[in-house]
């Protein structure tokens, strides 16, 4: 495993340099675009970056690789620390990502932009006394933007491992002086982070239990319009249901498990959300003309839980929906059963 910034040093200094990539058109960009997944914090950061707007396709696609890059290092270099066996190799991953790889892009992003001319007036309102070139502000955006997720990166590292730190901690006025010889803008683009919601841990599994999901209706069900026999794919919910136990949401019994500081019911409620949207349940009865209706399906689940989550479904948005989708990484996995 190594911990260095492969996509960076390509933005610098290989094929994804901007200033080289200038005939490919807006469009191709914007394609590129769809094409980007989200990536998430598996941890939780002290700052965040709240830059400019980008107002060009190939500087919002740049923006995505950037900071999807700078995440994934973050999380990446979280696991490398976590994993490794002692002290000393936590603290030499820490000194060789702060000390060596972080320091190397600090200076290489400050030398390439002064070398290309592209300081944050070219871009920043406050500061721009004219009209500049359309690639000209694309360009100073991505390196600047580039820059900031360094320094941002370089600050959040130094507070996760601050016990293994074998240099003086800088702060956020050192580095702009240090490495660019400039004073923090006012105000800063740089900003303490918001909680955010990361992936819950899965549980290690124990030798003497071995889950096994329940292939049929759990007795007693009482009254409902749906059995078993209605789960059209009946493989993909049976993994589901192992899903549910590895990330603590029901026991080795299927029954639920009750859990504030996890928000189990929200979870099991946007589960099932997902669940119905991607065509888990099959809605006709047969020898009826009714149809089952999304509140049978959540009534169903219920009774094989042993669960009441029906304030938590009415309720449910759809930003709850994609925190569930961040605390339970798999959960985004589920596709339409066709």
């Given at each position: 495993?190594?911990?260095?910034?492969?996509?960076y040093?390509?933005?610098l200094f290989?094929?994804?340099?901007?200033?080289r990539?200038?005939?490919?058109s807006?469009?191709?960009?914007?394609e590129?675009?769809?094409?980007?997944?989200?990536?998430?914090?598996n941890?939780?950061?002290?700052?965040e970056?709240?830059?400019?707007?980008?107002?060009?396709?190939k500087s919002?696609?740049?923006?995505?690789?950037?900071?999807?890059?700078?995440i994934k290092?973050?999380?990446?270099?979280n696991e490398?620390?976590?994993n490794?066996?002692?002290?000393?190799?936590?603290?030499?991953?820490?000194?060789?990502?702060?000390?060596?790889?972080?320091?190397?892009?600090?200076?290489?992003i400050a030398g390439?932009?002064?070398?290309?001319n592209y300081?944050?007036?070219?871009?920043d309102?406050?500061?721009?006394?004219?009209l500049?070139?359309?690639?000209?502000?694309?360009e100073?955006?991505?390196y600047q933007y580039?820059?900031?997720h360094?320094i941002?990166?370089?600050?959040?590292?130094?507070?996760?491992?601050?016990?293994?730190l074998?240099?003086e901690?800088?702060?956020?006025?050192?580095?702009?002086?240090?490495y660019f010889?400039e004073s923090?803008p006012?105000?800063?683009?740089?900003?303490?982070?918001?909680?955010?919601?990361?992936?819950?841990?899965k549980?290690?599994?124990?030798e003497?239990?071995?889950?096994?999901?329940?292939r049929?209706?759990?007795?007693?069900?009482?009254?409902?319009?749906?059995?078993?026999?209605?789960?059209?794919?009946?493989?993909?919910?049976?993994q589901?249901?192992?899903?549910?136990?590895?990330?603590g949401?029901?026991?080795i019994?299927?029954?639920?498990?009750?859990n504030?500081?996890?928000?189990?019911n929200?979870?099991?409620?946007?589960i099932?959300?997902?669940?119905?949207?991607?065509n888990?349940?099959?809605?006709?009865?047969?020898?009826?003309?009714?149809?089952?209706?999304?509140?049978?399906?959540?009534?169903?689940?219920?009774?094989?839980?042993?669960?009441?989550?029906?304030?938590?479904f009415?309720?449910?948005?759809?930003e709850?929906?994609?925190?569930?989708k961040?605390?339970?990484?798999?959960?985004?996995?589920?596709?339409?059963?066709?």
């Open positions: 495993m190594n911990n260095k910034l492969e996509l040093h390509s933005i290989l094929n994804k340099r901007p200033y990539t200038r005939s490919i807006q469009n191709k960009y914007r590129l675009l769809k094409g980007i997944e989200k990536v998430n914090f941890y939780q950061p002290a700052y970056l709240r830059f400019l707007k980008p107002h060009t396709d919002k696609y740049y923006r995505d690789l950037i900071k999807n890059e700078a290092y973050f999380n990446h270099v490398l620390v976590s490794a066996n002692d002290g000393d190799v936590k603290a030499m991953w820490v000194h060789t990502t702060l000390s060596n790889i972080l320091v190397d892009k600090l200076n290489q390439e932009i002064e070398r290309l300081p944050i007036s070219n871009i309102p406050k500061q721009a006394h004219k500049k070139d359309t690639t000209l502000c694309e100073t955006y991505i580039l820059k900031l360094l941002v990166l370089y600050l959040n590292l130094q507070v996760q491992f601050e016990e293994y074998k240099v901690k800088l702060d956020e006025e050192d580095i702009y002086l240090k010889q923090v006012e105000p800063s683009f740089i900003k303490p982070s918001k909680k955010i919601e990361t992936p819950i841990v549980k290690k599994p124990k003497e239990f071995s889950f096994e999901p329940i049929r209706d759990i007795q007693p069900i009482g009254y409902s319009l749906i059995d078993y026999d209605m789960i059209l794919n009946k493989d993909a919910f049976a589901v249901e192992c899903n549910l136990y590895d990330f949401i029901i026991d019994e299927s029954c639920f498990i009750k504030r500081k996890q928000s189990n929200t979870l099991l409620a946007a099932y959300k997902v669940l119905i949207e991607n888990y349940f099959r809605r006709n009865i047969l020898g009826e003309k009714k149809r089952c209706t999304d509140i049978d399906f959540r009534k169903y689940l219920d009774a094989r839980y042993r669960v009441d989550t029906t304030q938590q009415r309720r449910i948005t759809e709850q929906i994609n925190d569930a961040v605390k339970l990484p798999w959960l985004d996995k589920i596709y339409p059963i066709r």
